[in-house]
T-cell receptor, first 110, second 113 residues
């Protein structure tokens, strides 16, 4: 089976940097996704990691360590519109399914 | 470019009623999924399909049935609705390639009284 853990809530200040952590325990691994979900809306894709290291996309970066079962999403130059839930998700060994964590609600304050 | 379209967007049912949630995608994706999302529990997979005519159970399949008669459509049925099925339901699709994400519909908010 798979288990994914991430903090329930985080608060950060506009303009700052925030790191959202995700740990996973799996019997296999085929990649890790981060999604953003604004309240009342659908999740949207942010990033994908399958190899160890950092992937950068503008203000957002995602890091993966497969040996530690650990990933983080780094958001720089926070904006009020970044207030949302951030979902960590791991593709299962068979490749058909993706298991989602419960999500981290990020509140950005002025 | 519609992407993934879910109908209806909102619905209120009485206990014991049945209904079908519709999902359509125009991206020629092989894989389609139905999730439910409840507060504090994240997205939980109900059923999924890896191609036309195929379906498989996910994490929480009880009380639901699905059909994938056409590649672009994935239907979720509730045979006898129960209050525990009150939730937000999301449909998603993907190409099936490992590095490709899922694309989600806008969700169906379902209340069972």
């Amino acid at each position: 089976g798979q288990n994914i853990d991430q903090p329930t809530e985080m608060t950060a200040t506009e303009g700052a940097i925030v790191q959202i952590n995700c740990t996973y325990q799996t019997s296999g691994f085929n990649g890790l996704f981060w999604y953003q979900q604004h309240a009342g809306e659908a999740p949207t894709f942010l990033s994908y990691n399958v190899l160890d290291g950092l992937e950068e996309k503008g203000r957002f970066s995602s890091f993966l360590s497969r040996s530690k079962g650990y990933s983080y999403l780094l958001l720089k130059e926070l904006q009020m519109k970044d207030s949302a839930s951030y979902l960590c998700a791991v593709r299962d060994p068979g490749g058909f399914k993706t298991i989602f964590g419960a999500g981290t609600r990020l509140f950005v304050k002025a | 470019n519609a992407g993934v379209t879910q109908t209806p967007k909102f619905r209120v049912l009485k206990t014991g009623q049945s209904m079908t949630l519709l999902c359509a995608q125009d991206m020629n994706h092989e894989y389609m999924y139905w999730y439910r999302q409840d507060p504090g529990m994240g997205l939980r997979l109900i059923h999924y399909s890896v191609g036309e005519g195929t379906t498989a159970k996910g994490e929480v399949p009880d009380g639901y049935n699905v059909s994938r008669l056409k590649k672009q459509n994935f239907l979720l049925g509730l045979e006898s609705a129960a209050p525990s099925q009150t939730s937000v339901y999301f449909c998603a699709s993907s190409s099936g390639q490992l590095n490709q994400p899922q694309h989600f519909g806008d969700g169906t908010r379902l209340s069972i009284l």
